[in-house]
């Protein structure tokens, strides 16, 4: 039996809701990401303190065992017939979105004051249509990442330098049955380290080819699979670029491809739905607005993209990646800041305060510092900046900016 990794962070939000009746809790995020081992660290956690079993009812709707109620209506009867009338009941429903007209039950059960319930979904649209209109403004969501390195660390099975387990976060993945499987959970495999690397394959295939068949496929009506692919492997090729659907659309044609915009335009929607993607918007800092154009893209997890492209490549930008996912973890709301022509990587938002983020693999002359510098020099108020390096020195600081070393950075 695997170890269920902790998610404090995680704990801490659901408790924090934990028998507001009146607002239903969403987790949502990527498959795999731990949304359904978050439910029974919430469900032990209470169970340690004072609830009892009988007050609990989990149901996986990805489960057999539970495919008749699939039927919204005999999932409403199901669940009220099980309830305890003089306490609080606590219902978690694991991927709902596989409820044909879900939404009808979930809007009853929460009239009732002594139910508190709790939802999941491995895709977007469980929070857009009929229930954002039924609820109304009575639900909170969750959103739930991989592992953040912190946490990988936290659950790696021996002591190895940080950087060395670094880059074993980036090619094993941060999906928490990957490091679950590395081979020093169990001695037998450590005879050949091979066979471990062999299973994360392909655990990480059967995970995106899920993703791609019952997330993207199955919702987005996709006719050509092989296009499809095509346009995944360009968008994880090119994280942290900008990217439009016209260069998508020039980079098929080059290879004798033809689609239309309005396809693509449905494929890369798939890919935020899905939540294998994160679209980073550019904002003004100057001018204090958000601009319409020149987006960029963040995958879920590197891990993903080294085994789709079957490479590391561009190292700057997978740090750079890596730094938005954890802004992300952290609450912050991420865009692309423009200073007059300079790109600041982040401005990160949270609670009415901003921070300034540059990420750079190395500063190993001073031109590159400079570089690095000017753009986060050229925002002319004070709030927090900080350059993020993966080069190994104590905190320096440079005109107010902070200079961090970035795995210390990911770690504090």
Known sequence: ?????ERPQYLKTLLSWQNKADTIKIITGIRRCGKSSMFKIFQKYMLNNGILPSQIQTINFEDA???????????????????IDDKMNYIFLDEIQNVPDFERAVNSLRLQDNIDLYLTGSNSRILSGELATLLSGRYVTI???????REYISAYPFAMAKDDIFQDYLRNSGFPYAIQMTAAQNPLLLIDAKWDTEQIRLFLKGLFDTIVLKDIVERKNVKDVSRLTRI??????????????????????????????????????????????????????????????????????????YFLLGREGDVGHILENVVYLELLRRGYEVS????????????????????????????????????????LDAIKNHNPKYLLTMDKFFAEEYRGIRVLNALDWLCD
């Open 1 to 5: 039996m695997k170890k269920i990794i």
């Open 336 to 375: 692309i800041g423009k200073i007059n022509d300079f790109e600041v990587d982040f401005v990160a938002a949270k609670n009415g305060s901003v921070e300034y983020y540059q990420v750079s693999q190395e500063l190993s002359s001073k031109a590159t510092r400079d570089r690095e510098l000017k753009a």
């Open 143 to 149: 959103q739930m990442f991989t592992l953040s390195f």
């Open 232 to 305: 995944i492997k360009f968008m994880f090729d090119n994280i942290g670029s900008e990217t439009s659907v016209r260069n998508i659309k020039n980079m098929l044609e080059t290879e004798g491809l033809k689609i239309d915009a309005a396809t693509i335009e449905n494929y890369l929607d798939g890919l935020l739905d899905a939540f294998v993607m994160h679209r980073a918007s550019r904002y003004d800092i100057k001018g204090k607005q958000h601009l319409k154009t020149n987006a960029k893209y963040y995958l879920a997890d590197i891990g993903l993209r």
């Open 65 to 83: 065992d539970f495919s008749d109620l699939l039927d919204w209506k005999k999932l409403h009867d199901y669940l009220k017939s099980r309830l």
